[in-house]
């Protein structure tokens, strides 16, 4: 099995900053992309950014420029760092990583989410 631990979220103002941590631990082979999408209440989830194996990273437009997308290979974790926040940035976080995870003798694709974690900023 493969788990993720989020961190971070909270309460921020707006125009300030906020990093939110994903570590990610078992059985795992190898990374693919590590992403975060965020859902805010009454809207589907979105992708937020993503940052794929070799380093290359996208981003969703309305978070270009404040937001930046990391990873500790070291250490399996992924980072959003955000920065100049608005109030629509309000949502749930949710860290996703796709692996290949090695699974009672075989080595499989998967790919997991985490819990989730509660961005508010406020005015």
């Known amino acids: 099995q493969v788990q993720l631990v989020e961190s971070g979220g909270g309460l921020v103002q707006d125009g300030g900053s906020l990093r939110l941590s994903c570590a990610a631990s078992?059985?795992?082979?190898?990374?693919?992309?590590m992403g975060w999408y965020r859902q805010a209440p009454g809207k589907q989830r979105e992708l937020v950014a993503v940052?794929?194996?070799?380093?290359?990273?996208n981003y969703a437009d309305s978070v270009k420029g404040r937001f930046t997308i990391s990873r500790d290979n070291a250490k399996n974790t992924v980072f959003l760092q955000m920065s100049s926040m608005k109030l629509e940035d309000t949502a749930v976080y949710y860290c996703?990583?796709?692996?290949?995870?090695?699974?009672?003798?075989?080595?499989?694709?998967?790919?997991?989410w985490g819990q989730g974690t509660l961005v508010t900023v406020s005015s």
């Open positions: 996703n990583v796709r692996v290949v995870a090695h699974i009672t003798g075989r080595y499989r694709s998967l790919e997991v």
């Open positions: 078992g059985n795992i082979f190898s990374f693919n992309d």
């Open positions: 940052i794929r194996s070799g380093g290359t990273t």
